[in-house]
């Protein structure tokens, strides 16, 4: 019964929530429409939704989100600092990284994560899925630097979207 | 000091977009170019809808969050389009910067970017 009223929970929340955050306001009357919509659109568009969105370890994306907010503030002093600096002494240069995470839902918030985060631009994903290409603009030791990604954001990513 | 929060607010967002701009003009070569605007955007855009966030909530009297959305939307699409104009570069084969390392492992790349 829950699954034909809501086949798709979060993005019911979500609608919900961004009704209300789109007209400002937490009047009975927005509060009651962004309900109506909150439940007919999933049903109505849920043949387009092949997969169910899940959210299993909702604590540790949070961290996740918080780790990535930072990582932005520190990002762009970073980048705004090799910006102003000399450009001539920057090292841009590409890596591939080796994939371990399946879910294309992941790897796309992994893709929008490394291009948020310091000096680093997701430019292309292979067909396979199993390699990510990323550009650095200032590359000084390929290897850790792909270590790095893999630990900080991959891993609590798997975390999240492989435990099912 | 309400409003001097604000304006400094304000200033961290408009030197962060300032920088911005200053890194999609300065820097050499396409992808070098794309990382300007991709980040140094975010936290100047950021800024500047926290701050409005702020004045709003207090002048009105009731919480204003649809800035927050703003930066959600941004943050969603500003990496995308990062994502596909250096895609398409990489396909078409964009010239580098002459000292660009690449790691990307050539046997593989074949298959990949055909």
Redesign the interface.
């Known amino acids: 019964m829950t699954n034909r009223v809501f086949p798709h929970p979060i993005l019911s929340l979500f609608l919900w929530i ?1 009704w209300l ?6 009047a009975a009357g927005d509060i009651i429409f962004s309900l109506i919509l909150a439940i007919v659109i999933p049903i109505f568009t849920s043949p387009y939704w092949e997969e169910k969105i899940v959210l299993h370890k909702p604590l540790l994306f949070a961290k996740f989100f918080c780790i990535v907010m930072w990582d ?2 520190v ?2 002093i970073v ?2 600092k090799l ?2 600096d000399k ?2 002494k ?7 990284i080796d994939l371990d995470i399946k879910h294309p839902f992941g790897i796309s918030i992994l ?2 994560t ?4 310091p ?1 680093t ?4 994903l ?3 899925r199993k ?1 990510l ?1 990323v ?1 650095f ?1 200032d ?1 000084k030791d ?1 290897e850790s630097a792909a270590q790095e990604i893999k630990n900080r954001y991959e891993k609590p990513l798997m975390e999240v979207y492989e435990s099912c | 000091m309400f409003e001097i929060v604000l304006s400094v607010l304000i200033l961290i967002g408009a030197f962060f977009t300032l920088v911005g701009s200053i890194g999609l003009y300065k820097l050499p070569g396409f992808y070098m170019r794309l990382h300007g605007p991709t980040k140094a955007t975010t936290l100047g855009v950021g800024t500047i809808l926290i701050a409005s966030s702020i004045y709003f909530t207090v002048k009105t009297g009731s919480l204003s969050l649809h800035e927050f959305l703003i930066a959600l939307f941004l943050f969603i699409t500003a990496p995308v389009s990062a994502h596909l104009m250096s895609k398409v570069a990489l396909h078409i084969g964009t010239k580098r910067v002459d000292r660009t390392q690449d790691y990307i492992d050539k046997k593989d790349d074949k298959d990949s970017l055909d």
């Open positions: 961004l955050m789109l007209n400002n306001s937490t932005i503030l990002s762009n980048v705004a910006i102003l450009n001539d920057l090292h841009p240069g590409f890596v591939a893709a929008n490394i291009s948020l985060t000096g631009v997701s430019c292309d292979t067909v396979d390699q290409i550009h603009l590359l390929p």
